[in-house]
């Protein structure tokens, strides 16, 4: 099993970016799949974003596409999502999970997870 830890939350103005990192344990990090997901007060975790092994597939949700951009990086063990164009309805704690499928489609088996970073949008 991964180990898995984000960091790069913060508080943004609106219209303003940030960039979140995922730092991964264990050699076998190049054969995951990856993705960021986010949780808001009150609401489910929902799926934003997710990566293929070879960072050759990825995928978005509808409401950060254009916006956000997820990569990784195999040699260093991360995994990055760089958010533009920020609105507050994107507030939320992010998370960064694992899933062995290697695909990053958002019903992958995400199993592992992070513990969070807060990120929050003032209007």
Known sequence: QVQLVESGGGLV???????????????????????????????????????????????????????????????NNAVYLEMNSLKPEDTAVYYCAAETTGRGHPVAPFGSWGQGTQVTVSS
Do not use: H
């Open 13 to 75: 103005q609106a219209g303003g970016s940030l960039r979140l990192s995922c730092a991964a344990s264990g050699r076998t990090f190049s054969t995951y799949g990856m993705g960021w997901f986010r949780q808001a007060p009150g609401k489910v975790r929902q799926f934003v974003a997710g990566i293929s092994w070879s960072g050759g597939g990825t995928y978005y949700a509808d409401s950060v596409k254009g916006r956000f951009t997820i990569s990784r990086d195999n040699a």
